[in-house]
C-alpha cells in the first residue's frame, strides 16, 4: 500500500465535489482485490457494499475472515484472476507487487484477455511500466492507482484515488474505484499516479519537520500548543501535517511508526527527478531529511537514491 500520511490519524478533509452513485455490480464486472490491510481492507468491504462479485486472497487467514459469506476466497492470486475482469492490488512494496502478480501462481497466470490489474501499492512508476510490459503479452492492462486518505476514507467512499493509464482502462475501472473513493484523478499515462502520490507523500514529508519546528518554537514563546494549533488550523498558517500532529495530542508515535515508508517515497521520487533530470528542490530535501532524521531519533537522514 505504501505510505499514507493520512493512515497516522484523522487530519483535515477538503471538501470535493459529489460523485454520481454507483449502480451496484455496474456491467456485472467480476472484481479481485489483494492485499488485505488498514488500506485495502476498507477499500475492498466497500466493493462488495456496492454489489461486485468480489474474490479476495491474503496471505495470512486472518486478513480473509473479515470477508467470509461477503466474498470469495481463492486459494492463490492466479484463482484471483481467473475469477476477475477488474483486480486491485494494494500490498507494501514493489517487490510484493511483483510476486503476486508475475509468481507460477499469480494473478496474470490465471487473468483471461482483456482484464485489468489496479495498482494501488505506492512503488516506483518504471515497476508499473515494466508488470505492465509483461502483462500486455497477455492483453491485460495496467494501471496505477494510489490512493490518499486512509482506510476510514476508504469506509466513507472518500479516499483520493489518483490514477495513471490508459483512458480506456481507466474508464472500465472507475465505476469500480468510485465504490470507495472521492474524487478519482486521472493524471496521464501509467506511472503518472505513482508519481502524484510520491509528491505528495515527499510534501507531507517536510510539513511535518515544519510542523514540528513550528510547535516547538510556538511553545518557547510562551504559546499554549493547543492554541498554537486552533490558530493554524484558522488561519493561513496551517498544513494538513499540522493538524494531523495536533489531532493526535502531539504524540508522534504514528509517524515514528511511518518513518520508514516515508523515507522509502522521498527516496523514490529524488530518484525520479533525477532520471528525469529535474533538480532537486533544496528547500523541502532539507526539510525533508529533517522530519526523517528527527523522526527517526539518528543522525541527520540521508535522503539518496534507493533510500
Request: a negative charge.
Amino acid at each position: 500500500m505504501g505510505s499514507d500520511p493520512s493512515e497516522i490519524t484523522q487530519g483535515v478533509l477538503v471538501d470535493t465535489p459529489p460523485i454520481s452513485p454507483v449502480p451496484p455490480g455496474v456491467g456485472g464486472t467480476r472484481v479481485g482485490f489483494i492485499g488485505l490491510g488498514s488500506q485495502g481492507g476498507p477499500m475492498a468491504r466497500r466493493i462488495a457494499d456496492e454489489g461486485y462479485p468480489l474474490t479476495v486472497w491474503a496471505r495470512r487467514a486472518a486478513s480473509v475472515e473479515p470477508f467470509a459469506g461477503v466474498a470469495a476466497v481463492a486459494s492463490t492470486p492466479a484463482e484471483v484472476g481467473e475469477s476477475s475482469d477488474v483486480v486491485g492490488i494494494c500490498v507494501v512494496a514493489d517487490a510484493d507487487v511483483e510476486d503476486v502478480l508475475l509468481r507460477d501462481d499469480g494473478v496474470l497466470a490465471g487473468m483471461a484477455a482483456g482484464g485489468v490489474v489496479v495498482i494501488h501499492s505506492t512503488i516506483r512508476p518504471e515497476t508499473c511500466q515494466r508488470l505492465a510490459a509483461e502483462a500486455a503479452k497477455q492483453e491485460i492492462s495496467i494501471i496505477d492507482a494510489p490512493v490518499s486518505g486512509g482506510g476510514d476514507a476508504a469506509a466513507q467512499r472518500r479516499l483520493l484515488v489518483m490514477v495513471g493509464g490508459e483512458d480506456d482502462a481507466v474508464a472500465r475501472c472507475r465505476p469500480v474505484l468510485e465504490a470507495f473513493a472521492r474524487p478519482v484523478i486521472h493524471l496521464g499515462p501509467l506511472g503518472s499516479g505513482q508519481v502524484a502520490k510520491l509528491v505528495n507523500n515527499f510534501v507531507f514529508t517536510a510539513q511535518v519537520g515544519l510542523a514540528l519546528e513550528t510547535f516547538s518554537f510556538a511553545q518557547r514563546l510562551g504559546m499554549d500548543r493547543v492554541a498554537a494549533a486552533q490558530v493554524l488550523a484558522h488561519g493561513s498558517g496551517g498544513t494538513r501535517a499540522s493538524a494531523i500532529l495536533a489531532a493526535s495530542g502531539f504524540d508522534t508515535t504514528g509517524l515514528r511508526q511511518a518513518e520508514p515508508l516515508l523515507r522509502k517515497d522521498v527516496g523514490i521520487v529524488l530518484d525520479v527527478a533525477r532520471a528525469a533530470g529535474v533538480p532537486e528542490p533544496a528547500a523541502l530535501v532539507e526539510l525533508a531529511r529533517n522530519t526523517l532524521s528527527a523522526l527517526g531519533n539518528g543522525p541527520k537522514a540521508q535522503v539518496s537514491p534507493k533510500a
